[in-house]
């Protein structure tokens, strides 16, 4: 069983950039037909898919992030990592890991962290 666990602030400052790390354990991020995904959800709205990174390495984002967004990975540690940069108060929000066997991760589909908030404020 893949588990996911998301690690980073807990509180960013506007304009800065957003960086948070999801470890996992129990299986490789270079397996093949998995995709490492980035959800968030804001308060009082729906989950919000940010970007994937493929077992191949490669990646992939929202339209509306992509501008802002960066996903990377260190397989040697079989980590993978978001960056979101020029945050603001509409960043706010829970962010969670996940795999799937498709880019954008499902809910209730394959594996997911528990969750990390974020909270853009100065």
């Known amino acids: 069983q893949v588990q996911l666990q998301e690690s980073g602030p807990g509180l960013v400052k506007p304009s800065q950039t957003l960086s948070l790390t999801c470890t996992v354990s129990g299986g490789s991020i270079t397996t093949n037909y998995d995709y490492w995904s980035w959800i968030r959800q804001a308060p009082g709205k729906g989950l919000e898919w940010m970007g994937a990174i493929a077992h191949s390495g490669s990646t992939y984002y929202s339209p509306s992030l992509k501008s802002r967004t960066s996903i990377f990975r260190d397989t040697s540690k079989n980590q993978f990592t978001l960056q979101l940069s020029s945050v603001t108060t509409e960043d706010t929000a829970v962010y969670f890991c996940?795999?799937?066997?498709?880019?954008?991760?499902?809910?209730?589909?394959?594996?997911w962290g528990q969750g990390t908030q974020v909270t853009v404020s100065s």
């Open positions: 996940a795999s799937d066997t498709v880019v954008e991760a499902r809910p209730n589909f394959g594996s």
